[in-house]
């Protein structure tokens, strides 16, 4: 190799001529930093991925080597938590968000109360309780609105509208809630629409449709 030329040049008696340290150093590097001797080394990508496998391997290692048993009890342990994991996936069931409130009513294209109604019918027809609650209680907000009992507002919650229903509708104000918590969940709370429930609603939206406002009890309460 050039390097070991560098180094052990010689004399012409033969005699062997040792070059200084730093140039033949310098010398050395030259020679290594020539791009033959680096194809073969890892690129940067699989550099690191060896470096975390060594230090998966430390962990686990370390793990074993705390545990009786060695990787036979390690192993165990990871299978029990694993089988902890599925029978408590199994005992609660789906994962559920926290109810809420909050959410709009109407979230789509605005339709006639009519036009609710009977897309509530067909999902309850097909078995879709979730759909049939939902668009139920929508009909009911709406053939509010067109009967000038409720303000329209698209972005109101059905906490909102059956609060405000309630002043006009007194008799109705527990109903009114009832329905208004069980649209909340099943559209936020994850829960699933029943049959019952959605004839509940159903008796509800008929009852509201032939109920006359208490005017003077909502001027009251409105004014309060």
Same mark, same amino acid.
């Given at each position: 190799?050039?390097?070991?030329?560098?180094?052990?040049?010689?004399?012409?008696?033969?005699?062997?001529?040792?070059?200084?340290? +730093?140039?033949?150093? *310098? !010398?050395?590097?030259?020679?290594?930093?020539?791009?033959?001797?680096?194809?073969?080394?890892?690129?940067?990508?699989?550099?690191?991925?060896?470096?975390?496998?060594?230090?998966?391997?430390? /962990?686990?290692?370390?793990?074993?080597?705390?545990?009786?048993?060695?990787?036979?009890?390690?192993?165990?342990?990871?299978?029990?938590?694993? /089988?902890?994991?599925?029978?408590?996936? /199994?005992?609660?069931?789906?994962?559920?968000?926290?109810?809420?409130?909050?959410?709009?009513?109407?979230?789509?294209?605005?339709?006639?109360?009519?036009?609710?109604?009977?897309? @509530?019918?067909?999902?309850?027809? !097909?078995?879709?309780?979730?759909?049939?609650?939902?668009?139920?209680?929508? !009909?009911?907000? /709406?053939? +509010? *609105? *067109?009967?000038?009992?409720?303000?329209?507002?698209?972005?109101?919650?059905?906490?909102?509208?059956?609060?405000? !229903?309630?002043? #006009?509708?007194?008799?109705?104000?527990?109903?009114?809630?009832?329905?208004?918590?069980?649209?909340?969940?099943?559209?936020?709370?994850?829960?699933?629409?029943? *049959?019952? @429930?959605?004839?509940?609603?159903?008796?509800?939206?008929?009852?509201?449709?032939?109920?006359?406002?208490?005017?003077?009890?909502?001027?009251?309460? #409105?004014?309060?």
């Amino acid at each position: 190799m050039a390097v070991l030329g560098v180094l052990t040049a010689r004399s012409d008696d033969d005699i062997p001529v040792r070059t200084p340290r +730093l140039p033949a150093r *310098e !010398a050395a590097e030259r020679e290594l930093s020539d791009p033959r001797y680096h194809q073969h080394d890892p690129n940067p990508v699989q550099r690191v991925l060896d470096w975390l496998w060594e230090r998966v391997d430390e /962990l686990f290692r370390t793990a074993a080597g705390a545990t009786p048993g060695g990787w036979i009890g390690l192993l165990a342990i990871v299978a029990c938590v694993l /089988l902890l994991i599925v029978a408590l996936r /199994l005992r609660l069931g789906a994962v559920r968000r926290t109810p809420t409130t909050g959410g709009a009513l109407f979230t789509d294209t605005p339709r006639t109360a009519a036009e609710h109604r009977a897309a @509530a019918d067909r999902h309850a027809a !097909a078995g879709h309780w979730n759909q049939a609650v939902q668009d139920r209680m929508r !009909a009911i907000v /709406l053939a +509010l *609105e *067109e009967r000038a009992l409720l303000t329209p507002g698209p972005g109101r919650t059905a906490d909102e509208a059956a609060t405000e !229903a309630g002043l #006009s509708l007194p008799r109705y104000a527990d109903q009114l809630r009832t329905a208004a918590r069980t649209f909340d969940d099943v559209t936020y709370g994850g829960r699933p629409g029943t *049959e019952p @429930a959605y004839a509940l609603l159903t008796t509800l939206d008929r009852d509201l449709q032939r109920a006359k406002p208490d005017l003077a009890t909502a001027s009251t309460r #409105s004014r309060g």
